[in-house]
């Protein structure tokens, strides 16, 4: 069966960044509740201590297995930043450098399975994968959020979704 492909990988280089992050476990089904109660918390936080935020937010996976995910919510800041106000499980790291693919989901959030089906067939058809566990040499991948869903349209959103090059 051959898939028609409507994905296009773009190789950029990703500069390391200062970034507020927290982390979670969840199941993959429960990705979409758990990511806007991971942003809420990280934008508290920014505001409580005053950093600046210098970049779209994105969404870190780190390991998925059997049906859950670790993730990494984060926030890029401006550099220098620092996380002692209390919360042990928010911090300021530096999220580090690296070559990447970067593909780019058009619309809603809810519709980006689709995407990430091409992506897969893309990554088949390049022989870099033979099934979807083979994600797990991919990660950590991430999605940055271009644009504000809560001020744009969703068949206006913007997301890049990030791979690591082998």
Same mark, same amino acid.
């Given at each position: 069966?051959?898939?028609?492909?409507?994905? =296009?990988?773009?190789?950029?280089? !990703?500069?390391? !960044?200062?970034?507020?992050?927290?982390?979670?476990?969840?199941?993959?089904?429960?990705?979409?509740?758990?990511?806007? *109660?991971?942003? $809420?918390?990280?934008?508290?936080?920014?505001?409580?201590?005053?950093?600046?935020? $210098?970049?779209?937010?994105?969404?870190?996976?780190?390991?998925?297995? =059997?049906?859950?995910?670790?993730? !990494?919510?984060?926030?890029?800041?401006?550099?220098?930043?620092? $996380?002692?106000?209390?919360?042990?499980?928010?911090? !300021?790291?530096?999220?580090?450098?690296?070559?990447? &693919?970067?593909?780019?989901?058009?619309?809603?959030?809810?519709?980006?399975? *689709?995407?990430?089906?091409?992506?897969? =067939? &893309?990554?088949?058809?390049?022989?870099?994968?033979?099934?979807?566990?083979?994600?797990?040499?991919?990660?950590?991948? &991430?999605?940055?959020?271009?644009?504000?869903?809560?001020?744009?349209?969703?068949?206006?959103?913007?997301?890049?979704?990030?791979?690591?090059?082998?």
């Amino acid at each position: 069966m051959t898939t028609r492909l409507d994905i =296009e990988a773009t190789e950029v280089d !990703v500069p390391a !960044v200062d970034a507020v992050t927290i982390e979670a476990r969840c199941r993959v089904a429960d990705i979409g509740t758990t990511v806007p *109660t991971l942003f $809420s918390r990280l934008g508290e936080f920014v505001g409580r201590t005053a950093l600046r935020v $210098s970049g779209a937010p994105r969404i870190i996976y780190t390991e998925m297995d =059997e049906g859950d995910t670790t993730l !990494v919510a984060a926030m890029p800041v401006a550099a220098g930043a620092s $996380s002692h106000d209390g919360n042990a499980d928010i911090r !300021v790291r530096v999220l580090p450098a690296g070559r990447m &693919w970067r593909f780019v989901h058009h619309g809603p959030y809810p519709n980006m399975g *689709t995407t990430y089906d091409a992506i897969t =067939e &893309w990554l088949r058809q390049k022989q870099l994968i033979t099934d979807e566990r083979d994600w797990i040499d991919f990660m950590p991948m &991430w999605e940055e959020y271009v644009n504000d869903p809560a001020t744009t349209k969703p068949e206006d959103l913007l997301t890049h979704i990030y791979l690591p090059r082998p």
